[in-house]
C-alpha cells in the first residue's frame, strides 16, 4: 500500500487490478466455505469452487509484483544505448519486446477475473443466502480487476507496433467484455434487489 502511494512509477494501476482480484478470490473462497453446509449446493460443489478460488488468490498475488516488474522491465529497455543505428535498433526492438510481454499479466489478471466472476454467479444463485453482500463485493472486486486489467493491456497496445498483435488482442477484450456484462447481469438478477 505504501509503494502504492508512492510518487514512484511502480507499482501501478496493473498491481492494484492484481490486488483487487485476489482480495476477490479470497472471498469468493470464504463464501464457497460457507456455503459447504447451507445453500443450494452440494459439498462437492461448494469445496470445488473454493480450492480453484485459492488457486486464482494465489495466482493474482503473484501477479501484483509481477506486473510492476513487467512495467519496470519496459522502462529499462528505454535507457538502453542509441548512439549507433544498430544500437538504435536493438533498442527498438527490444523495447517492442518488453511492450508486447507488458500484455501478458494484466491478460492474466483479466481471465483469473472471469473465473471469479463465473463463480460468483453460481455462489449469488445457489450459495448461503446469509452471504449474499460478501459475494456481492467479491463481483464488484472481479470486474473491478477485470476493467483494470482491461485497461492495461490496451495502454500497452498502443505503442506495440505489430497492429495484427493488437487486433488480435482487442478482438479477445471485445469478447471477455460481453462475457463481464453478461455474469454482472446474471449476478445482479441472482442477488435480492435490497443488497445489490
Known amino acids: 500500500m505504501e509503494k502504492l502511494a508512492s ?15 485476489a482480495l476477490s478470490a479470497s472471498l469468493v473462497a470464504m463464501v464457497a466455505g460457507l456455503s459447504v453446509n447451507k445453500g443450494r449446493l452440494t459439498k462437492k460443489e461448494a469445496k ?17 509484483a509481477e506486473d510492476a516488474k513487467s512495467f519496470d522491465s519496459v522502462m529499462a529497455t528505454f535507457r538502453l544505448p542509441k548512439r549507433t543505428e544498430k544500437e538504435r535498433l ?25 473465473e471469479l466472476l463465473e463463480f460468483c454467479r453460481i455462489l449469488a444463485a445457489k450459495g448461503n ?4 453482500s460478501d459475494i456481492g463485493v467479491a463481483a464488484y472486486l472481479a470486474n473491478a480487476a477485470l476493467q483494470g486489467g482491461t485497461l492495461n493491456v490496451k495502454i500497452n497496445l498502443i505503442s506495440i507496433r505489430d497492429r495484427s498483435f493488437g487486433d ?29
Open 90 to 114: 536493438h533498442r527498438a526492438k527490444m523495447i517492442q519486446r518488453a511492450y508486447r510481454k507488458a500484455t501478458v499479466i494484466p491478460e492474466r489478471v483479466c481471465k483469473s477475473s472471469a
Open 168 to 196: 488480435k488482442k482487442l478482438q479477445w477484450i471485445r469478447r471477455l467484455s460481453r462475457k463481464r456484462e453478461r455474469l454482472i447481469s446474471q449476478i445482479q438478477k441472482s442477488l435480492p434487489e435490497a443488497v445489490w
Open 129 to 132: 443466502p446469509n452471504a449474499w
Open 7 to 21: 510518487d514512484g512509477p511502480t507499482p501501478g494501476g496493473g498491481s492494484a487490478s492484481a490486488f483487487a482480484g
Open 48 to 64: 470445488d469452487i473454493r480450492r480453484k478460488a485459492l488457486t486464482i488468490q494465489r495466482r493474482l498475488h503473484r501477479a501484483i
